[in-house]
Each structure stands twice: as C-alpha cells, then as structure tokens.
C-alpha cells in the first residue's frame, strides 16, 4: 500500500466518523442514532485496518477485533434500552429520556 492508497482510506475513515457523529447529533430518534452511532464507529476501525496495511503488521486487524466488540456490545445495550424507554414511554424520542426516574 502506498502513502497515497493511505491517505484515502483516512480521508474515508474521517469522513464516515463525521457522518456518524453528525447523525448522533441531528437525529432524536434512538435507534437512529444508534445506527449513526455505528457507522461513527467503523471509521476508526477503517483507519485501524489501513494503518495495519501501510506498516505491514497484523495489530491493526487486532484493533479491529476490539472495534468490532466494542460495537457488539453497544449494539446489545442501546437495544435494550430503547426497547425499555419505548415500553415506558410509548417513543423513541430521545429526549423522552429525560423524563426517566427510578
């Protein structure tokens, strides 16, 4: 892989962490932002993949397995929470959370 091939990878790795931070932050739905949340997150493991590549080592892949868990689990816990703010309140409003207490 040349220094170019790895420039454009960090660009599309940049560029798919800020659409996924721009959907967590525009979007109020919650399983919205959870698939934002998602595609924020495979940009580092985008950028983790190329720079094991251009240094020619298996530690980027390593990351990757890491960055994959990471969302697996976030996965498994932001469902489970929407479906127990949906049960109470009826939406999947975001800000419906606010008016969770005990």
Do not use: N
């Amino acid at each position: 892989m040349t220094g170019a091939e790895l420039t454009g990878f960090m660009i599309l790795a940049a560029g798919l962490f800020a659409a996924g931070v721009f959907g967590v932050l525009a979007r109020r739905g919650i399983l919205f932002q959870l698939i934002a949340l998602e595609v924020a997150l495979s940009g580092p493991a985008l950028a983790f993949i190329a720079a094991g590549a251009y240094h020619g080592d298996a530690e980027g892949q390593g990351m990757f397995v890491l960055t994959l868990t990471l969302a697996a689990a976030e996965v498994a816990v932001g469902l489970a929470l929407f479906l127990r703010i949906r049960r109470a309140k009826g939406s999947d409003d975001s800000d419906a959370v606010s008016g969770l207490k005990g």
